[in-house]
């Protein structure tokens, strides 16, 4: 079985954040720079004019946490127009013959890297990775210089997710990240040619992994390699030239005494070792990876995990802790809200309005957790009637790193490209159409595999979505059983503007979810309400006068939606309270709020759609 925590590069245990950060593409050449780097704030971005490019910096920070954070050393929540790093680095003088790429998990929000003063890349976009090649600019045994701007302008179309653009947190906007927010790392590679992130599909019904082995180029003689193996040892090794094709594809059948399918019930992964040899028969790459044997597939308003019904029990996961804001103090973190997450008898979740670090996902892997991936979108608002949300074609550029980061991790089952886009249609179309459109199309052509929500809850725009919901938030479960009653007559619940004009194209049959609900608001330490609380704290409806009363709220709305033969599942907001949102069936801090024991037993009786053909 793949281990938990990939190898740690000697001398980084002491290091934030240390784990290797792409554990489904481990070489064992890499060097973690997360640790004190120079630093220093340019609030009118004109740094580059001003020398720091050349010069030390005034600070010091910790990688790999934002300014904003506490864990960073900084704590600065005012806006940060632009911000600067600094450190050097000594390229490991065993990696002499080999190419160096510098990596960033993601950094918020325009990146410029220079090394040793030459420009080595640039990248637009907060929640994705993006890698420089050093060529020539590194050499090993030697030492670099680098030295990475981040603008981060609080003005303008940009994807945010819930980062505020008001000063202060203000209702479900917080605290903003700005810079490196994820790991920086240096990885050794060959020159001549070099493995590429892998592409790993599973096919359930052949008992099949279709692998796709991208290379950096295709020397004569060269061939690739890949062995799966379990518990047991080696279960197949498929083989194939490597000078032929650009991303040669492999196909690695199971035999049928060795299957094992991937579910929350057991999610079974299989490791996988990816070799590049070349016309000798010599290794010149290689790297591990695993796979888990599942599929997803739709059949009338069904949406079946392995050719089964399984309803989603989702829960609304933000991804924010009190001292490191997006990234998590530690990697047990990351697991740790997982566990809590099941502990109160859900399944899986949404992982909201942010690209989660490949490390959360890598755990659902292991601990069998479903996901939906989805992309932090709000920024995109102009002052326009009618024509209120203009996403730009970063928005799609993006999303498509995301697609080609994420398509190996068997816990994903959905994606969701786009949250809460809110338009009236009317008789032309606008620039959130055709972006929506672009994204839902995008999708299907990176990855077939899995179904699409064109955008979760408001403006549904693509006739043919695979999947269509809403977000309710009524807080009666009585009145909530009225509004969700329409699905077995294809009327479901569809959200629309205050008006009642629609914002959505219409239903058409697919399957459905309530993809947002709930959000009670429960704060049992805030003081009986005084005026206007709700900068303080705030949830949905009326706040539960006791304990007792949340958890009899919470069976009532999440028993409609268990009682509905034709709702494949829900999402409830949500894991945790944000700052001043205390709507979550935890504390900020991950401490017990509730006890989750009655969420648990109302979550997981039967549910209605588990039981039809």
Known sequence: MPLPHPTTPSGTADLP?????????????????????????????????????ERPLADRITVPFCPESELSGIGE?????????????????????SRVLLHFGAVDHDTTVWADGVEVARHRGGFTPFTADLGEVAQPGSELTLVVRARDSRHGVQARGKQATWYANTHCHYTRTTGIWQTVWLEAVPRAAALKRPRITPDLASGSFFLELPLTANPPGHRVRAVLSDERGEVVTAASRADLD??????????????????????HLYDLTLELLDADGTVVDTARS????????????????????????LVLDQGYYPDGLMTAPSDAALVRDIELGLAAGFNGARLHQKVFEERFLHHADRLGYLVWGEFGDWG?????????????????????????????HPSIVGWCPLNETYQHLHDRLTVLDDVTRGMFLATKQADPTRPVIDASGYAHRVPETDVYDSHCYEQDPAEFAKLMAGLAEDRPYVNAAPDGRPWSVPYAGQPYFCSEFGGIWW???????????????????????TEAEFTERFAGLTGVLLDDPDMFGYCYTQLTDVFQERNGVYRFDRSEKVDVAPLRRAQLRAAAYEDTP
């Open 290 to 313: 695993y796979a888990g044997l599942r599929s997803v597939s739709l059949r009338g308003k069904k949406l079946l995990l392995n050719g089964e019904p399984v309803f989603q029990r």
């Open 523 to 545: 704060d049992p330490e805030a003081a009986a309400a005084a005026g206007d609380e709700m900068d303080a704290s705030w949830g949905y409806g009326e706040r539960p006068r």
């Open 246 to 267: 650009l991303a040669p594809r492999l196909v690695l059948p199971l035999p049928e005494d060795r299957r094992r399918v991937w579910s929350p019930a057991d999610p």
């Open 17 to 53: 954040r240390p784990e290797h950060p792409r554990p489904q593409f481990v070489r064992d050449a890499w060097l973690n720079l997360n640790g004190t780097w120079q630093f220093e704030i340019d609030r009118a971005d004109t740094g580059l004019e001003r020398g720091l490019r």
């Open 380 to 408: 995109c608002e102009v002052g326009v009637r009618d024509d209120n949300q203009r996403p730009d074609a970063s928005f799609v550029t993006q999303w498509l790193e995301v697609l080609e980061r994420d398509h190996s």
């Open 77 to 97: 929540t005012d806006f940060l127009e632009a911000v600067w790093y600094r450190r050097t680095v000594t390229v490991p003088a065993e990696w002499a013959g």
